[in-house]
């Protein structure tokens, strides 16, 4: 009896394995989970921003980044101020914390934190931070008993808060000082 319970176990594993080969046994078919196509992508995606300041007294600059929702970036820009860079030396108050050039002349410099959040609707809430440094010219200063020529520096420093669509259009912004940021962002 136990030569023939070896013999059908045997023929019962050889009828599986030709079964198997064949395809006889098809495995049970799950329903799956459609996939939508969208032209957008998700929210947290990456997002083309560019960034463009047109100012008389700090001059002009553009840049174009991709960042995504949440983020924050930071464009900084340094450029001769139109009659040229403006001597100074570093017994000048606050020199340290002045735009230099490689020859430690001032010039002029604009810095913006640009940090935007994306909502479900596709609109952007942005918040802005503006600062802008440039030489107007010369002043005397009295430092530590000298009389001293520095850098006659002008600041400008703003945080805007604003939305925008991130479709492509554009938002622009008017500073206090007149100075203009034109933001677009892009999918």
């Given at each position: 009896?136990?030569?023939?319970?070896?013999?059908s176990?045997?023929?019962?594993?050889?009828?599986?394995?030709?079964?198997?080969?064949?395809?006889?046994?098809?495995?049970?078919?799950?329903?799956?989970?459609?996939?939508?196509?969208?032209?957008?992508?998700?929210?947290?995606?990456?997002?083309?921003?560019?960034?463009?300041?047109?100012?008389?007294?700090?001059?002009?600059?553009?840049?174009?980044?991709?960042?995504?929702?949440?983020?924050?970036?930071?464009?900084?820009?340094?450029?001769?101020?139109?009659?040229?860079?403006?001597?100074?030396?570093?017994?000048?108050?606050?020199?340290?914390?002045?735009?230099?050039?490689t020859?430690?002349?001032?010039i002029?410099?604009t810095?913006?934190?640009?940090?935007?959040?994306?909502?479900?609707?596709?609109?952007?809430?942005?918040?802005?931070?503006?600062?802008?440094?440039?030489?107007h010219?010369?002043?005397?200063?009295?430092?530590?008993?000298?009389?001293?020529?520095?850098?006659?520096?002008?600041?400008?420093?703003?945080?805007?808060?604003?939305?925008?669509?991130?479709?492509?259009?554009?938002?622009?912004?008017?500073?206090?000082?007149?100075?203009?940021?034109?933001?677009?962002?892009?999918?």
């Amino acid at each position: 009896m136990s030569s023939s319970f070896k013999l059908s176990a045997v023929s019962v594993v050889a009828s599986l394995a030709c079964a198997l080969a064949s395809g006889m046994f098809v495995p049970v078919a799950h329903a799956a989970t459609p996939i939508t196509v969208t032209s957008q992508s998700a929210l947290d995606g990456p997002i083309r921003y560019t960034v463009r300041v047109t100012s008389k007294q700090f001059g002009n600059s553009q840049e174009t980044r991709t960042i995504r929702s949440g983020e924050s970036d930071d464009f900084t820009w340094k450029t001769v101020p139109p009659g040229g860079p403006v001597a100074g030396t570093d017994a000048c108050p606050n020199y340290s914390s002045l735009p230099l050039d490689t020859n430690g002349a001032m010039i002029r410099q604009t810095q913006i934190r640009f940090a935007p959040v994306v909502s479900s609707d596709g609109t952007a809430s942005v918040q802005m931070s503006f600062q802008a440094q440039t030489p107007h010219g010369v002043k005397t200063v009295t430092s530590g008993g000298k009389t001293l020529k520095c850098p006659n520096d002008v600041k400008v420093s703003q945080i805007l808060r604003f939305t925008m669509p991130v479709n492509g259009s554009t938002k622009t912004l008017t500073l206090n000082d007149g100075t203009e940021v034109a933001v677009s962002a892009k999918r």
